[in-house]
T-cell receptor, first 111, second 113 residues
Framework: GENVEQHPSTLSVQEGDSAVIKCTYS??????FPWYKQELGKRPQLIID?????GEKKDQRIAVTLNKTAKHFSLHITETQPEDSAVYFC??????????FGTGTRLKVLA | KAGVTQTPRYLIKTRGQQVTLSCSPI?????VSWYQQTPGQGLQFLFE???????NKGNFPGRFSGRQFSNSRSEMNVSTLELGDSALYLC????????????FGPGTRLTVL
């Protein structure tokens, strides 16, 4: 069935260090992979996305990599700041008008 | 452009009751998706509507239903509420293609006692 596994479930890093969150999807038809950030008590907001014809995408301190062969994609945050503390969700869209979300990673950036 | 809005923001119900939640998408967006968010489970897909038609649904019991109106506003209904239905219900709107950015509403926090 359709499934997205996300690891780790919690991640603590020192301010200025890098953070990496990894996701694996099951449906090989998936062709769109968004990442959402959800701050406490707020709605999820898209921070970056990647499509299946691209291997890597960067936006300032945030980057996403995609390995379609391994069905694996990752979020990389460099030079972390306290405001990066939030829950991050990965998702995969298998082209059936639904998005399959991972279970989330709680990132804590320690000052 | 106004964002996605959901009403009500908070609801408290008792077991056996039913509830209706509403979602108004961003102007011009014709797709509305609904998700259930619980701690540790992430966002579970409920269903998606486009131009008043349900195009996909998740693995939830028939007590969960939805509909979409001609102005793209959407409602979801949960009948015969159970304690396990307590969750944050989020809706998201998009233009409606197979891989478009979804914009989320603030959610409705449902508590079932």
């Amino acid at each position: 069935g359709e499934n997205v596994e996300q690891h780790p479930s919690t991640l603590s890093v020192q301010e200025g260090d890098s953070a990496v969150i990894k996701c694996t999807y099951s449906d090989s038809a998936s062709n769109y992979f968004p990442w959402y950030k959800q701050e406490l008590g707020k709605r999820p907001q898209l921070i970056i996305d990647i499509r299946s014809n691209v291997g890597e995408k960067k936006d300032q301190r945030i980057a996403v990599t995609l390995n379609k062969t391994a069905k694996h994609f990752s979020l990389h945050i460099t030079e972390t700041q306290p405001e990066d503390s939030a829950v991050y969700f990965c998702a995969a869209a298998p082209g059936t008008y639904k998005y399959i979300f991972g279970t989330g990673t709680r990132l804590k950036v320690l000052a | 452009k106004a964002g996605v809005t959901q009403t009500p923001r908070y609801l408290i119900k008792t077991r056996g009751q039913q509830v209706t939640l509403s979602c108004s998408p961003i102007s011009g967006h014709r797709s509305v998706s609904w998700y259930q968010q619980t701690p540790g489970q992430g966002l579970q897909f409920l269903f998606e509507y486009f131009s008043e038609t349900q195009r996909n649904k998740g693995n939830f019991p028939g007590r969960f239903s939805g509909r979409q109106f001609s102005n793209s506003r959407s409602e979801m209904n949960v009948s015969t509420l159970e304690l396990g239905d307590s969750a944050l219900y989020l809706c998201a709107s998009s233009l409606g293609g197979l891989a478009n950015e979804q914009f989320f509403g603030p959610g409705t926090r449902l508590t079932v006692l």
